[in-house]
């Protein structure tokens, strides 16, 4: 079996590691966005899909667009594949590149379609509290998360589950459920189902507004599953006196009976901030503009005014 795969993000490269594993499979490309430079010094950042192709010797393409690209269409042709798989891609896949394999193209999916399609599906199943998720396998079509499902895997959402944990119990079973559905594909022992589209929802990219919390608007549930979803990346911030801060690490607490959107310390030096629901955020590890990361207890020894301050 001889296939490509377009992906770029951290966990994708930890699938592909295991899928070039089997001796079944011929990885004869992986596509993955360009290099990006980062910090100041402009520095050129590899892709981690990158990083693992280039450990494992596999050829590796970066087109800046794929669009009207002919150069790039023709060599995907000249490779005779089965199947492409894509995973976190990011840009849109035009028809060329579909129908370029013989089997089609396969994307992977972190939802149970129709529900939760395009960017962002495991952050909005964090976000509403969801105590399941779902990976689907699905044919792709020009349409985004549109086309035919052929594999779905139920998985269990913890209370503390943050984005990574999710990403790794994914990594867990992607692997085998992926190569069981190309097997399936070409002994035709697999049947595809066509999506409801009367039942989909939609989840859009994350945008910088979205980080921001109110305490003065949002209740507890609200605030500590942004922070679960958006964990690490892009994070959750307020603001301190007119300065950016960032909520790095906290947790859901208790209710309890005091002013409601202030920051609270009691005897055992936990500090807390009382949404509008009563229950407390307990912090851990902030971050204000300008500053490094503390734990709560350095930033208040630095900062007195902190305590009792009131989010409004």
Not at 3 to 27: G, H, M, P, Q, R
Request: net charge neutral.
């Amino acid at each position: 079996m001889k296939i490509a795969f377009f992906w770029t993000w951290e966990f994708s490269k930890n699938i592909l590691s295991k899928v070039y594993e089997d001796k079944n499979i011929e990885v004869a490309l992986v596509v993955s966005q360009p290099d990006k430079p980062v910090w100041r010094d402009k520095e050129m950042l590899e892709t981690p899909v990158k990083q693992v192709a280039n450990e494992l010797w596999l050829k590796i393409l970066q087109p800046e667009k794929l669009k009207n690209n002919e150069d790039f269409f023709k060599f995907l042709k000249d490779l005779n594949l089965d199947f492409i798989v894509v995973v976190a891609y990011w840009k849109i896949v035009p028809k060329e590149v579909l129908e370029a394999p013989k089997y089609g193209c396969i994307n992977i999916h972190g939802s149970i379609l129709p529900k939760y399609r395009w960017a962002s599906p495991i952050q909005e199943s964090l976000k509403n509290w969801d105590k399941l998720t779902w990976l689907t396998i699905m044919y792709m079509s020009e349409g985004m998360d549109e086309w035919d499902v052929l594999k779905i895997a139920e998985i269990k959402v913890d209370n503390v589950d943050k984005t990574p944990d999710l990403f790794k119990k994914f990594e867990e079973i992607w692997p085998k459920l992926l190569i069981e559905t190309l097997n399936w594909i070409i002994s035709w022992s697999i049947k595809w189902t066509p999506q409801d589209n009367s039942k989909a929802t939609y989840c859009k990219k994350i945008e910088k507004e979205d980080w921001e919390i109110n305490f003065s608007e949002m209740d507890s549930d609200e605030i500590y599953n942004k922070y679960r979803a958006y964990y690490t990346w892009p994070g959750i911030y307020t603001f301190f006196e007119w300065k950016k801060l960032d909520l790095e690490d906290i947790c859901l607490w208790e209710k309890i009976d005091w002013k409601i959107w202030s920051v609270v310390k009691l005897a055992n030096k936990q500090i807390w901030i009382i949404s509008k629901n009563w229950q407390a955020i307990l912090l851990n590890k902030i971050k204000l503009a300008g500053k490094k990361s503390m734990d709560i207890n350095s930033f208040i020894n630095w900062n007195k005014k902190f305590l009792d301050y009131k989010f409004n």
